[in-house]
Structures are given as structure tokens and as C-alpha cells.
């Protein structure tokens, strides 16, 4: 599409993800005229730009999936249990077209500063292009996982290989038949790419800082009878899902591990198991409170470990001892198999730092490891890294880089304090990372849009949260965080990847059934916890 500067709209959507293509249409539905602008060359977020060998879901397909339209999740037939990334690509470009959005998409264009022009109340948004955009409201789509972690490593530019971080994969395939290779990590995105890279490679060395816990998903094609049953009760599986703590149906029992004794709890954990992924998760609603039975469900995960790895020596390097679920939990096919291969070789950084990249790959603990391409499966300056990497400024020029200096500030994750009729999807303080991101993203885009129609039909001009309502939903947030074992290890829920990252607990660990309760009674209340101002009238009180 072709831009326009300075163009008056009523929303500009910063995004082209799950988030930002839902807001789009929801928005459009209610007769605003709103703009998307994505940095990307295409839509998808995520599904665009890790394109690594291996990338999937870990949420199964059907219900890692929209739900806002019965025809489209009808249509849509998933191949295999858990889609691989071309597929889910396929399925955003497909709804993009399907509802008629890339007219208002504009790519390959990044949105740098979001400032409010007080005296209009309206957001003045400049992009790359030297764009500007002026719209009453703005919605930040830009993803939880969307700004790659690069961490600097001496001696970078002396490396003469290859260098691809997985969440900024190239778009054409990576050969690495008869290469040595060095990935650097062992999160998600390296569990589910080592297998296949070591199937090609020639050597393939594994740099680990921290073990992580991986289950194995029992991946498989989807067969067409089994979908279309699924299909036939999709409302009861939407509605279940919904009641789970995640957002997702894991066949979540609501009893305590602390109340069942360890034959039992063996017996569900391995039950869990077999169903492979993260039903883990659902096993008890204390799995992430109570430390003996996160510590049994550890162990049990640790046996299989050295169950499968060959080498007792590397076996127990793999084995991880934080609790677990504190680090997100792994889902793979054939990771810990891997390390049975003669090319695969497991090294520990965990003492000894990578020092340095050379010209030839990279050293540790005083070693050269000699590669051809250094694959840094890093992660993400997760949550906060996308906000502020545009200058966003609200009331009085507050910057809100500065606002959250100390950590996120939020009002239920979906806005801040000074910064009027500005949105954030799956915000920090909202369940977002530690859900089922397509179902609290839609919980969000219907809260947010509900809120816009209810300001059109008031006749509303702002929409922002009071400093105290912020304050008590920040405490809550943290209260709920220190009840539970996520705040024992260095997650990058915590911010902990990144150096000079506040340590604080960004997701709301609540659970997504409690907290789309309060995010509806606020509503029904009038928007409780919030100023809504007209220019022509006085603050509404409430
Ligand atoms: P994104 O998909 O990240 O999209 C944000 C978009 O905003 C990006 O395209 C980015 O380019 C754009 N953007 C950011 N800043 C700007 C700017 N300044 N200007 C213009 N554009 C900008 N979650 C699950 O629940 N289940 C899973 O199985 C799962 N698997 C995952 C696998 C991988 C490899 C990764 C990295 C994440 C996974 N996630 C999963 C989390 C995933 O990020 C979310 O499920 C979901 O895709 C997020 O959608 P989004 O639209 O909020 O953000
Ligand atoms: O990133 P990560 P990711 N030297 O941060 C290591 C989602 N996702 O891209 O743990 C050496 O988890 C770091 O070590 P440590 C999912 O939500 C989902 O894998 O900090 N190592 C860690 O091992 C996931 O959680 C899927 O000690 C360094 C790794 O790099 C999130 O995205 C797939 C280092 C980073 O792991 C992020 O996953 C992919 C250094 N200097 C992603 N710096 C699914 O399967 C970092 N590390 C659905």
C-alpha cells in the first residue's frame, strides 16, 4: 500500500502478528479507519521471522489458533499436531487475505517514536520512511518475543563463518551439510533446532549455559477424522480451554500435589508424560508453588534425561537443577537422542564463559572449538525490548523507557499511566507469556475494542489508568510472582538474560480465568481504575 504523511486516522496498529492482524479486523468492524505498519516484509511476527530448522508450536495447533470466527477455524485444516512454521505463516497470511486487510498494511516500515500531541489529544507516530501518522489511538502490537537478544561476545568481527540468530533466520534455507557448527544456547529455539541441524551437519557443538527441562511433544500428522471431530465440538474445547490456568485444555486437574502422595503423584506425571508437551503443566495447581512437588516432578523429568543420554558424564550436564517450569518449559522431538550422535558434542559454559569469537569459531575455558557457523539461539529481550526500542512519549514529553525504568508499570498489562489511548497487546502484568498467547491476545483485542466502541458511544475522548489503580495492579502482580518458584532462577521472564534488565516478574502469574474475570468487571463497572475525559465536560469519577 502507499503511504501517506500526516494522514488523520482513528488508530494506527504497531504490528502484523496475531495481535495486530486481530486488532486490525476487530477494528475495522467497528468503523475505524486504522493503519498497521509492520517492519517486517510480510505479516506473521513470530512465524515471519524465526524461520529456523524445527521451528513449531508448542501449544497444539487447534488450539494455538483464532478463534474470533467459526468459518475460518472450520476451513483451516492443520496438518499436524503441532504446525511447523511455514504452515502457521501460511495460516496468517491466509486470514490477512481471507478478511481483507493488506489495504491497510503497510510493511517493511518501523514505527521509532509514538509522541502525544497534548493539545490535540492525538498520537503523532513517525516511522523509518520519515512517515508521520496522526490517530486518536494507538495500539502497540509489537510482540512479546519480537527483539532478538544478541549478546556481545569479543572478537565478533573477526569471525569469518557465518553468523544467524534464530529469531532473525534468513529466508532461504541454510545448508549445513558437511559444516561444523556451533550453537550458542539450549532454550526452546536451540532444542528444537539441534536435531535437525546435527542430522546435517558435519560437527555439531552445543555451548550451554544452563540446562533446560524438555518433554517430548509425540508430534504427528493430524489425522482428517480426528480434526474434524475436534471441529464438530470446537465451542466445548474453546470453553474449556478457557477455564484453563494457561488458556489452553492441558486436561487440567484443580487438585494439589501436596495432597496426593508420590505414587500417585508419579503415576500423573508419567501419565502426563506419555501425552507428551506441556500437559505437564496442568498436573496440580501447586506444581509451581510447592517445592516438593515440583522438586518430584523434576526428578522425574531428570530420569528421563539419563534414561535416554548415553553418556552418563553428559547426561548429567544436561540434567537441569532449577525447578522446574521456572525457565519456560522445553517441547522437542529427539533432543536429548541427539547427544547419542558421534558429530554431536555437549559444552559446558556454565563456568567458563564463551571468551571470545575467532577468526575460526569461538573459545572457552581456554579451548578453540573450530567452526563454519555460529548459530546464537539467544532468545529475546522478551516483553519490554520491542516498547522501547520506539521513543514512546505521553503527558508532559514522560518517556515511557523512563516511566518503567524500574520495571513495567501497567494497568492489567493493557496501559500505563500518562499515556493516554494508547494500548498494549499481551503487555507486561497480563498472562501473555505464560499462556496460550492466541487466546489472551484475543481476550485483549476484545477488551480493547470493546473499550473503543464504548468511547465512541460516550463520546469519549481519553482513556487512561489513574497512578494508584496502576500501583495496586503492580503490587498484585508482584505479590502473586512471589508466591510462586518463578522467581528462583534466571529466566527471562525476570529480564535476567539481559545485562541492566530490572529483575522483576513481568507476566501476571495469576492464571488467564482470573484474570479475564477482572479485566471484565472493570469493564462492566465503567471502566473502574481509569480516567475518561471529554474535552467539552469534566472527568468522569470513577
Ligand atoms: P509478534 O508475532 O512478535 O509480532 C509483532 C510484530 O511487531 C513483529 O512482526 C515485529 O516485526 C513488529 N514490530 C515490532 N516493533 C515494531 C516497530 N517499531 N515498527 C513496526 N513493526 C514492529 N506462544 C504460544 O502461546 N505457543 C507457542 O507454541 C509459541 N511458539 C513460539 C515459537 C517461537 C519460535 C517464538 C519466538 C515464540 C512463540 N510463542 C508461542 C510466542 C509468540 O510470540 C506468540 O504466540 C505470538 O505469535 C505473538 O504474536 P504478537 O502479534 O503478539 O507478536
Ligand atoms: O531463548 P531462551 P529461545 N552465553 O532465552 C543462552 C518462545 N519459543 O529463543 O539459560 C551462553 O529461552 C541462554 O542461557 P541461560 C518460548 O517462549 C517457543 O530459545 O540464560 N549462552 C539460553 O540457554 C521461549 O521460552 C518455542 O543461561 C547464552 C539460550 O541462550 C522463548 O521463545 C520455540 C548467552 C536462550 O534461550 C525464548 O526461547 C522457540 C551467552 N552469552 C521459542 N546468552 C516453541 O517451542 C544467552 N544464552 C513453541
Not at 492482524?21 to 505498519?37: N, Q
Not at 501460511?90 to 521509532?112: G, N
Not at 503527558?395 to 493516554?420: C, H, I, V
Not at 503487555?427 to 464504548?454: A, F, R, Y
Amino acid at each position: 500500500m502507499s503511504k501517506s504523511t500526516n494522514k488523520a486516522l482513528d488508530l494506527v496498529i504497531v504490528g502484523a502478528g496475531f495481535a495486530g492482524l486481530c486488532a486490525l479486523h476487530h477494528a475495522r468492524a467497528i468503523g475505524l479507519s486504522a493503519r498497521l505498519i509492520e517492519a517486517g516484509s510480510g505479516v506473521g511476527g513470530t512465524w515471519y521471522w524465526n524461520r529456523y530448522p524445527g521451528a513449531r508450536c508448542d501449544i497444539e495447533s487447534l488450539q494455538y489458533s483464532y478463534q474470533f470466527s467459526d468459518e475460518l477455524q472450520q476451513e483451516w485444516e492443520w496438518s499436524e499436531r503441532y504446525a511447523a512454521q511455514a504452515e502457521i505463516l501460511s495460516y496468517l497470511e491466509h486470514v490477512a487475505d481471507r478478511f481483507d486487510l493488506r489495504e491497510q498494511i503497510q510493511l517493511d516500515t518501523r514505527v521509532v517514536s509514538a509522541h502525544f500531541q497534548e493539545d490535540q489529544e492525538r498520537w503523532l507516530i513517525r516511522t523509518d520512511n520519515n512517515d508521520t501518522l496522526n490517530a486518536r489511538f494507538c495500539i502497540m502490537a509489537t510482540g512479546c518475543l519480537s527483539s532478538t537478544n544478541r549478546p556481545r561476545f569479543e572478537g565478533e568481527a573477526d569471525f569469518e563463518g557465518n553468523v544467524f540468530h534464530t529469531g532473525e533466520w534468513p529466508h532461504e534455507p541454510v545448508d549445513f551439510t558437511g559444516k561444523r557448527v556451533g550453537v550458542i544456547g539450549t532454550g526452546s529455539s536451540a532444542i528444537q533446532s539441534i536435531p535437525i541441524i546435527a542430522e546435517q551437519a558435519e560437527q555439531v557443538y552445543v555451548f550451554q549455559r544452563t540446562p533446560n527441562y524438555s518433554i517430548p511433544a509425540h508430534n504427528r500428522p493430524l489425522d482428517p477424522a480426528e480434526q474434524k471431530q475436534v471441529k464438530a465440538e470446537y465451542s466445548a474445547l474453546r470453553e474449556r480451554a478457557s477455564q484453563g490456568f494457561g488458556g489452553s485444555d492441558f486436561l487440567a486437574i484443580n487438585a494439589l500435589g501436596s495432597e496426593a502422595s508420590a505414587a500417585e503423584r508419579e503415576a500423573e506425571f508419567e501419565h502426563r508424560w506419555a501425552l507428551g508437551g506441556l500437559y505437564i503443566l496442568g498436573t496440580y495447581a501447586d506444581l509451581m508453588i510447592d517445592k516438593e512437588v515440583n522438586e518430584q516432578a523434576a526428578e522425574f523429568a531428570r530420569k528421563r534425561i539419563r534414561a535416554v543420554v548415553e553418556d552418563p558424564e553428559t547426561a548429567e550436564k544436561l540434567c537441569p537443577d532449577q525447578v522446574i517450569g521456572c525457565k519456560r518449559i522445553t517441547v522437542d522431538t529427539g533432543y536429548f537422542e541427539t547427544y547419542n550422535r558421534p558429530n554431536v558434542t555437549l559444552v559446558d559454559v556454565s563456568t567458563s564463559p564463551i571468551e571470545e569469537f575467532t577468526a575460526t569459531g569461538l573459545r572457552t575455558g581456554g579451548e578453540d572449538f573450530i567452526v563454519d557457523t555460529i548459530v546464537l539461539a539467544t532468545g529475546f529481550d522478551a516483553m519490554t525490548g520491542s516498547l522501547f526500542k520506539i521513543d514512546i512519549r505521553g503527558r508532559g514529553g514522560e518517556r515511557l523507557k523512563d516511566q518503567w525504568a524500574a520495571g513495567p508499570k501497567t494497568y492489567l498489562g493493557l496501559m500505563s499511566n500518562g499515556f493516554p489511548n494508547l494500548f498494549f497487546v499481551s503487555g507486561p502484568g497480563s498472562p501473555s507469556v505464560l499462556s496460550n498467547m492466541v487466546v489472551t491476545i484475543e481476550q485483549h483485542v476484545d477488551w480493547i475494542t470493546d473499550c473503543l466502541k464504548h468511547l465512541q458511544t460516550e463520546q469519549i475522548d481519553t482513556i487512561e489508568p489513574k497512578s494508584d489503580a496502576v500501583d495496586r495492579w503492580v503490587a498484585e502482580v508482584n505479590a502473586i510472582a512471589a508466591e510462586t518458584l518463578f522467581m528462583g532462577c534466571n529466566s527471562w521472564y525476570l529480564g535476567a538474560n539481559v545485562p541492566g534488565k530490572p529483575r522483576i516478574f513481568m507476566p501476571y502469574a495469576g492464571g488467564f480465568p482470573a484474570y479475564r474475570e477482572t479485566c471484565d468487571e472493570i469493564a462492566a463497572n465503567g471502566y473502574t481504575g481509569f480516567s475518561l475525559t471529554n474535552k467539552n465536560t469534566t472527568e468522569s469519577e470513577l
